[in-house]
Nanobody, 123 residues
């Protein structure tokens, strides 16, 4: 079992920045690929970014490329999402996820999910 806890969400003005963290616990948590997804009210859960365990390769949704950066600290079992130049359309609940064969933009590729953290961007 892997437990994931997100933190760092909040209210920020458009153009501002936030840094989300996802702390993973569990005996094998360092073995998982990890990702960030987000879900706005009334919408599906969308892929944001992913990072591969083996070589820390990253991939991003087109909507966040150049603004968001995903990283991980395997020693701390923590993944981060640095979000810059935030826009109102970034408002959503952000979820972190872990999967043995993750590194995917599909939610179905992930085995474990956090409870989510709210990000609200005011225009």
């Amino acid at each position: 079992q892997v437990q994931l806890v997100e933190s760092g969400g909040g209210l920020v003005q458009a153009g501002g920045s936030l840094r989300l963290s996802c702390a993973a616990s569990g005996r094998t948590s360092s073995l998982y690929d990890m990702g960030w997804f987000r879900q706005a009210p009334g919408k599906e859960r969308d892929f944001v970014a992913a990072i591969r365990r083996s070589d820390s390769s990253t991939r991003y949704a087109d909507s966040v490329k150049g603004r968001f950066t995903v990283s991980r600290d395997n020693a701390k079992n923590t993944m981060y999402l640095e979000m810059n130049n935030l826009k109102s359309e970034d408002t959503a609940v952000y979820y972190c996820a872990a999967g043995l064969v993750g590194y995917s933009d599909s939610p179905g590729s992930y085995d474990y999910w956090g409870q989510g953290t709210q990000v609200t961007v005011s225009s």
